[in-house]
């Protein structure tokens, strides 16, 4: 049986194993259906049992001292683990792990994988590449190449059978795992790739984000305790872990409310942890960490004698690339958005496998990938254009290149006491200014009572058939309400409705049903204010765009009953007005 060479990222915190099939790399599920692997390796000393991946980390709050984890920061160093009463050097257990995975990826794909290319960080001396080699080879497996972890991130993106010769690129790979960060500008020339310069920080991570939320809490507990709980372990693993899993809702949603009962147990009583943490609040907990990495780039771009309008693409590897933080300081450094096309945990070993394929000489395709081709996002009114005066700020939710399927939440606040309704308008664009982008749907939302600045949250789901579910939730009051766009659709009606010089959205020639025609007659009504006339006109589009294009039932229909209700309340208005 004809055996295959497989790319191997063996990492920190986590390690993946992919293969080159039909030219494109793919990330192998081996672990219950997950390609994401953790690298942690524990003993069990009564029966000589030896767990890997999820196992073996679930295994490390009651066995610590039989759990090893991390090991890539010892490889190369002439430091033994001790496991129980058992030494190992830490290429033994890198080995360990590397066995576990070419044998995983061998039963799932039913063919052997003897032949490897790993990768290593571009900081690793020679003492480390050698060591991460030694592991291969006592793994059982010939490593037919080790290369830079940046240089394969980059290899994704840009395999050398599909640029075209003398094309030249320079790639910025920011790389933030779990516990370490690196930096590399890589140069791209035709099919050499050269890492111009490379920096970063060993102990530096997604876990010292972890540890600021952790910290957090454990103050909470401890106030409200009126205790010192720092000696308190199985508490500190137990907060360590809600930190992440807080850390990692924060990245697509405004607030997080965690509702954890039994942390702890004190004099007998157990203690639960019950608290709202917001973005903003976690971002200003972390915000030196952010700017941290952010000294970094500066450093890798002066030793690589470049500056940020040189770079031509960065790459974002490693899963705290997801925080919006980092995509944020990012994308204002290089003003431009934010490279996330591939998985930042799977883009790696990826690369590893496409270095592979290289080798044994498969052909390489262009790897196709679902991106969202344009930045989504909503009008807000409460930021004002000093110069202009103009209320017509575009918030944007879902940023262009993300990969779909994706969801992303904002939260807004009411501008008045008691407000009625937000029209929630759906825009797609580049543009700060809803004006030059396109206005793809809008729905009102009626609000419940509530005091001015109360919160509205806006979620938007994006699928892979281009619709996009837009929930808006008036926090605390339990009103919901979500409307589907079909973004392939709502593109003919835009042209339908599209701008005139004014960005506008315009009726049709002639009016669709009687409905519409009473929209129009209510839009000569010069006593309307200029922003319910607005609202009814852009409603009025929307209607007559899902009639014309035959949208399907319920739709229109949603529509009719706001175009009604909303052509009640003004003439009402209209009538007040004597
Ligand atoms: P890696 O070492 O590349 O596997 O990255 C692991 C780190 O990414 C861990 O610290 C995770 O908590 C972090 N991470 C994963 N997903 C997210 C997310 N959506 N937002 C923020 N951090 C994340």
Do not use: W
């Not at 790389?175 to 370490?180: R, S, W």
């Not at 972890?210 to 409200?224: A, N, P, S, T, Y």
């Not at 103009?390 to 939440?409: C, E, G, K, L, Q």
């Not at 938007?460 to 409307?483: A, E, P």
């Amino acid at each position: 049986m004809k055996d295959i060479c497989c790319g191997i990222d063996l990492g920190t915190t986590n390690s993946v194993i992919a293969r080159l099939q039909g030219g494109i790399p793919h990330a192998i599920d081996i672990e219950e259906g997950q390609a994401i692997v953790p690298s942690v390796v524990s003993f069990d000393p009564e029966n000589g049992q030896v767990y890997f991946g999820a196992q073996a980390l679930n295994r490390f709050v009651a066995f610590p001292s039989h759990t090893v984890k991390s090991v890539k920061r010892l490889i190369g160093k002439e430091q033994p683990i001790t496991v129980g009463d058992a030494t190992y050097l830490p290429e033994e257990i890198s080995a360990m792990l590397l066995k576990h995975l070419a044998a995983e990826a061998s039963r799932v794909l039913g063919q052997p994988v003897r032949r490897v290319v790993i990768t290593v960080p571009a900081y690793f001396d020679d003492a480390q590449r050698r060591a991460t080699i030694r592991a291969g080879e006592l793994a059982g497996l010939e490593v037919m190449r080790i290369i830079n972890e940046p240089t394969a991130a980059a290899f994704v993106y840009e395999s050398p059978a599909v640029s075209g010769e003398g094309t030249e690129e320079l790639i910025l790979v920011y790389d933030l795992g779990g516990g370490t960060f690196d930096v590399s500008v890589v140069q791209l020339r035709g099919d050499i790739k050269e890492v111009l310069a490379s920096c970063g920080d060993t102990a530096l991570g997604g876990d010292d984000f972890d540890e600021r939320l952790k910290e957090h809490f454990l103050e909470l507990l401890q106030q409200r305790c009126d205790r010192d709980l720092s000696e308190d372990f199985p508490l500190q693993v137990r907060l360590k872990d809600i930190a992440e899993r807080t850390k990692i809702a924060l990245s697509v949603q405004p607030f997080v409310a965690i509702n954890e009962v039994a942390v702890t147990v004190i004099d007998g009583e157990p203690v639960n942890l019950a608290v709202e943490v917001g973005r903003g609040e976690f971002e200003e907990m972390t915000e030196d960490l952010v700017e941290q990495t952010r000294r970094k780039v500066m450093e890798a771009m002066d030793e690589a004698k470049v500056v940020a309008e040189d770079i031509d693409r960065i790459v974002l590897v490693g899963g705290s690339t997801r925080l919006p933080a980092v995509q944020d300081m990012l994308a204002e450094l290089f003003e431009q958005p934010m490279e996330h096309s591939v998985d930042p945990d799977l883009c790696v070993a990826l690369g590893a496998a496409v270095q592979a394929g290289i080798i044994t000489g498969e052909p390489l395709r262009q790897i196709l990938i679902d991106v969202s081709a344009h930045s989504l996002g909503t009008r807000t009114i409460d930021e004002v254009d000093p110069e202009t005066g103009d209320a017509d700020y575009f918030s944007t939710i879902i940023r262009r290149n993300t990969r779909i399927p994706v969801t992303r939440s904002e939260v807004y606040y009411t501008m008045q006491p008691d407000q009625k309704r937000v029209e929630v308008e759906v825009f797609q664009g580049e543009s700060p200014s809803c004006r030059d982008n396109t206005l793809v749907d809008s729905f009102r939302f009626d609000l419940r009572p509530a005091p001015i600045h109360s919160p509205i949250t806006m979620e938007f789901s994006y699928d892979l058939q281009g619709i996009v579910h837009v929930t808006v939730s008036q926090k605390g009051y339990g009103n919901t309400k979500t409307v589907a766009v079909d973004l392939k659709k709502a593109k003919a009606a835009a042209k339908q409705a599209e701008a005139g010089a004014s960005g506008e959205p315009e009726l049709a020639d002639k009016p669709v049903n009687y409905l519409s025609q009473k929209a129009r007659q209510l839009l000569q009504e010069s006593r309307l204010a200029a922003t319910s006339l607005h609202e009814l006109k852009a409603l009025a589009c929307a209607y007559e765009a899902a009639v014309v294009n035959g949208e399907d039932e319920d739709r229109v229909d949603e529509l009719e009953d706001q175009l009604v209700a909303l052509m009640d309340a003004l003439e009402e208005e209209r009538d007040n007005l004597g």
